[in-house]
């Protein structure tokens, strides 16, 4: 298996809602990454977990709160979002943390929110 | 401030032809250069990457050609075809940068028939 899955694939949601973005992975790997894509951008890191713990946040509003809870797992939990945070969301993952190599990608979720 | 610098935004190359895509860095402590595909409503996918103790490497249709002393890199594909119609990313990442991985802006190829 070498790839990442990311569910849902669709996400709407409203401005008071809570939601959950959950992405997986079963290579093995020892980091994993949380993204935010805007349209016609480059992805733009959110978070990092190496061996399951948090390493970098790159100065996220608390509106998104990041879990990893076991090496194969990802989630996103989302709540009280505004309409600027619609974006394609994309999980990574590479096999080893601070060792330059691939980072896998997953298809993402494309969230909306009204 | 962008750290990897990418041209030309977008691009259009006929069938047969050769796409070159050109990325520039600043940061020396960069060493692996990864070039991401993304097709639209997709994830980016790695084509190839290069590291710098290597000034070209070749896969198939892609090619790297790497210059450590002017800080740039380039993805040169050859014999374009339609289907490599897509968006092109270019990365760099540090070995002391905790999996930071720094994208280009973009370039949106088209190859037309």
């Known amino acids: 298996d070498t790839e990442v899955t990311q569910t849902p694939k669709h996400l709407v949601m409203g401005m008071t809602n809570k939601k959950s973005l959950k992405c997986e992975q079963h290579m093995g790997h020892r980091a994993m990454y949380w993204y935010k894509q805007k349209a016609k951008k480059p992805p733009e890191l959110m978070f990092v977990?190496?061996?399951?713990?948090?390493?970098i946040n790159e100065s996220v509003p608390s509106r998104f709160s990041p879990e990893c809870p076991n090496s194969s797992l990802l989630n996103l939990h989302l709540h009280a979002l505004q309409p600027e945070d619609s974006a394609l969301y994309l999980c990574a993952s590479s096999p080893q943390p601070a060792i330059p190599n691939e980072q896998f990608f997953g298809p993402g979720t494309r969230l909306t929110v009204l | 401030q962008q750290q990897v610098k990418q041209s030309p935004q977008s691009l259009i190359v006929q069938k047969g032809g050769i796409s070159i895509i050109n990325c520039a860095y600043e940061?020396?402590?960069?060493?692996?250069f990864p070039w991401y595909q993304q097709f639209p409503g997709k994830g980016p996918a790695l084509l190839i990457a290069?590291?710098?103790?290597?000034s070209e490497k070749k896969e198939g249709r892609f090619t790297i050609s790497f210059n450590k002393s002017a800080k740039q890199f380039s993805l040169h594909i050859m014999d374009s075809q339609p289907g490599d119609s897509a968006t092109y990313f270019c990365a760099a990442m540090a070995s002391s940068g905790a999996n930071n991985l720094f994208f280009g802006t973009g370039t949106r190829l088209t190859v037309i028939p």
């Open positions: 290069i590291r710098p103790d290597v």
């Open positions: 977990y190496s061996y399951e713990k948090l390493s």
């Open positions: 940061n020396t402590a960069f060493d692996y």
